[in-house]
């Protein structure tokens, strides 16, 4: 069994990464929502640890590694999985929300939020909650995480090609744009307030 893998983020796929562990290369399936945070916050060669679900069966003898960046999104990914009909392979395709939603719609009976998951009808949604109804609460309070703050390079990066790309200035006059704007406030820390600064500067 693999409780989790700790590495180095070697290729990303549609569905499923490459992980690189002490010189050998996992496949691990990825839920739609974790791909998402993984494209966000995580580039190639990156260090990178997910909470592993080890899946193998008699009907399914070729192991299968689903990966979460949370020990709680892993628990209720097992949870999920028990359920009547729903296999890992379904279970990963469905998870295009994060779980505290899905969680909270098992809560609220919500047959409706629980058919919008990729392969979930309405007799699936229904025996979900039947299933895991009164179960599934403490997932439902998992906190909204706060988007990852953008390093300065990030938001740099970003200005500089609306400057270049949208507004049509010349790539050189754009860096000395973001350069006098960083000089005359260092503690910028976000594009929106560059973008201030250097309309501020234009201004002059």
């Known amino acids: 069994m693999i409780s989790y893998l700790e590495g180095v983020l070697k290729k990303v ?3 499923k990464i490459a992980l690189g562990v002490g010189g050998i290369g996992y496949e691990v399936l990825i839920p739609g929502y974790v791909m998402s945070e993984i494209r966000r916050t995580t580039k190639t060669e990156d260090p990178l640890k997910l909470y592993i679900s080890f899946n193998q069966s008699e009907r399914q003898p070729k192991p299968v590694l689903v990966g979460f ?4 999104d892993k628990e209720f990914f097992e949870l999920f999985i028990s359920v009547e009909d ?13 779980v505290r939603e899905i969680a909270r719609s098992i809560e609220e009976k919500s047959v409706k939020d629980l058919r919008q998951l990729k392969g979930i009808g309405e007799r699936k949604a229904e025996k979900i909650i039947a299933a895991l109804k009164g179960k599934a609460a403490k997932y439902a309070l998992i906190p909204d995480e706060e988007l990852p703050a953008e390093t300065p390079e990030d938001f740099k990066i970003e200005v500089l090609n609306v400057l270049v790309s949208q507004l049509g200035h010349k790539p050189g006059e754009a860096r000395k744009m973001i350069e006098e704007a960083m000089k005359r406030s260092p503690s910028i820390g976000s594009s929106e307030d560059l ?3 250097v309309y501020r500067g234009q201004k002059k």
């Open 86 to 98: 729903i296999g890992p392979s379904l279970a990963i395709r469905a998870l295009t929300k994060p």
């Open 13 to 15: 796929y549609a569905d």
């Open 69 to 72: 960046r949370t020990e709680l």
């Open 195 to 197: 973008f201030t600064e």
